[in-house]
């Protein structure tokens, strides 16, 4: 594969063509994942919940981030490589520079970081500084504690009225990517349109740029309970591999995900 970048991401909002990503924590998955040409790789802080085994994200530290970070990057030399800012680590903006340094230098070409129009400041002073930036709206499980739980957001008008002038607002600051968690199809429609940089959803519906999966869900691994927008592609595959590139197939026919998998408004 050769290096992917946001260019290439934004090449492909303009030409229509959907991908796929996927979330990855170590090397022998990022390496799989790299071979079945996945192009964009998370190191999600879901990680505090599909390898540290906690109730939320919350607890996941930079240290963390950048220990998973170097070893996706071993694996996945040319994917472009997400790596979230765990819950505190940018709340100045002082914070927000030495935290996205440090993963940066661990091998990711951007940091994730979630909220809305409040970290408008956040987005500028990283994109300044040659850190570029996806922003996270939605469902933003850092928040749990403030929601109380994970509900699926912009339902009501206000709500998603919200939403998008807070997409719109970190756009103009410098994000040059967005991930938008269960939201209803149709705001997310709205969202990937108004928008000039690429969208990558989850539980979203088809309309976005891009699709993201946690791995585990991809190939069944789950602790009971199943996200309505997840889906074992290794019970239709029987390889890991034939999985990943199943997911892969899917997104870019636009055949996943279906109405099924995703929340009506
Ligand atoms: O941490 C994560 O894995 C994520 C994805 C669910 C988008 O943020």
Redesign the pocket.
Known sequence: MTSITLKNLRQWKLEGKKFASL?AYDYSFARLFAEQDIPVL?V???LGMTIQGHDS?VPVTVDDMVYHTRHVRQGAPNVLLLT?LPFMSYPTLEQAGHNAARVMQAGANMV?IEGGAWLAETIRHLTERAVPVCG?LGLT?QSVNIFGGYQVQGKTEEQAEQLLNDALTLEAAGMQLL?L?CVPISLAKRITEALSIPVIG?GAGADTDGQ?L?MQDVIGITSGYVPKFAKNFLTETGSIALAVAQYQRQVQDGTFPELAHSFKG
């Open positions: 979330t998370l999600g802080d879901s994200t979230d994730k996270h499980p991930v968690e989850i993201i946690v």
